[in-house]
C-alpha cells in the first residue's frame, strides 16, 4: 500500500474549490493507495514527475519508490498545470 502526501499548495487548492469538486478529487487521490498506482499514473516526459489525471483536474506527483510515498506537489486544471 503507498502513501500519499499532500504539498501545502495542493491542500490550499483544495480547501478553495466547492465541496463537491474537492471530494471528488480527494476520492481522486485515494486511488493511488491500491499495490499498483501506476496503472493510474503516466510518466511526465522531460521531468521526473508522473502525471494524474483527474477529467479536467491534473495532479503531479513525485515517486518515493524504496518507502513507497506519492508526493502530489502540484494540483490544477488542465490548462494551467502545464505552464
Do not use: T
Amino acid at each position: 500500500m503507498w502513501k500519499i502526501l499532500l504539498s501545502p499548495d495542493v491542500i490550499n487548492f483544495l480547501k478553495k474549490q466547492d465541496k463537491h469538486i474537492e471530494k471528488r478529487l480527494r476520492n481522486g487521490l485515494e486511488k493511488l493507495k491500491v499495490d499498483n498506482p501506476f496503472h493510474y499514473l503516466e510518466h511526465f516526459e522531460g521531468n521526473d514527475f508522473y502525471k494524474y489525471r483527474m477529467g479536467d483536474y491534473r495532479a503531479l506527483v513525485d515517486v518515493d519508490f524504496q518507502n513507497k510515498i506519492l508526493r502530489v506537489r502540484i494540483l490544477d486544471k488542465r490548462s494551467r498545470i502545464y505552464k
